[in-house]
């Protein structure tokens, strides 16, 4: 899961400071949410600063190599369980359409929202990777999308949905075709549905994890559906040519339990 989204993320600002100050001026909610760019350590997904080196990195890091409900996971084992009422309130919109340095993520402006139980989570942001983060029993899909939803700024929902080689997805195909190959963001011309990304099962698994990038912190309530979305392969190579690999290897559980109900 790329958060929180006030990181741009995987880009050394000295040398790029033009082209980020010129996405900045293209993205007046990334103004809002007074982005934090200058502050964040680089981090990449392989090498010297790969996902294995997160936790030293930086002492910001640290929950990325010592914490002990670290996301994504292995969906293998699961019980049963009824699951709290899950409502959510996405409007449609012409979002703009984002390349932060590690994702094409869409920011998405305030007034969608995310019910869980009782408590109520602001709708900020969905994003991709490939493969997708998130396995069940050791297999990966081809990609994986994040809803991203928060409670202030230290509580969590992530809604992940994992995206298979299939049919046309009209959604997904408008965000890959407007998706920047360099960093900075674009517009699109019509309003798109999102609830489109969501399959008709509406069997989730529930666990409690992370985010899934530096930080890495804690208290994430991951609802990962079962069931794929189907999406154009050629709309999977534009992501690709972007993003070849930005996902994080699956975690440890430890003693955490997984739930399995319907939402």
Known sequence: MQWPILTIGNVNLNRHRRTFLKALAACPLCAALKVEAQESRHWTYEGEAGSEKWGE???AYQACGTGTEQSPIDIKSYQMAAIEDLKFDWQPAAYPVANNGHTIQINVPSGSTLSLGTEQFAFRQFHFHSPSEHSLNGERS????????ALGSKKFVVMAVLLK???RNE???TLMGSAPGKLGTQP???P???????PASR???????SLTTPPCTENVDWIVFENMVEVAQT???IFKLIFPMNARPAQKVNRRFVLKGLI
């Open 171 to 173: 959604t997904f195909a």
């Open 192 to 198: 798109v549905d999102i609830k489109t990304l969501l």
């Open 235 to 237: 709309d999977i190579n």
């Open 203 to 209: 069997a989730v698994f529930r666990y409690r994890g």
């Open 57 to 59: 990195l930086d002492s």
């Open 142 to 149: 081809a990609m994986e999308v994040h809803f991203v939803h």
């Open 188 to 190: 699109i011309s019509q």
């Open 165 to 167: 080689p299939g049919q």
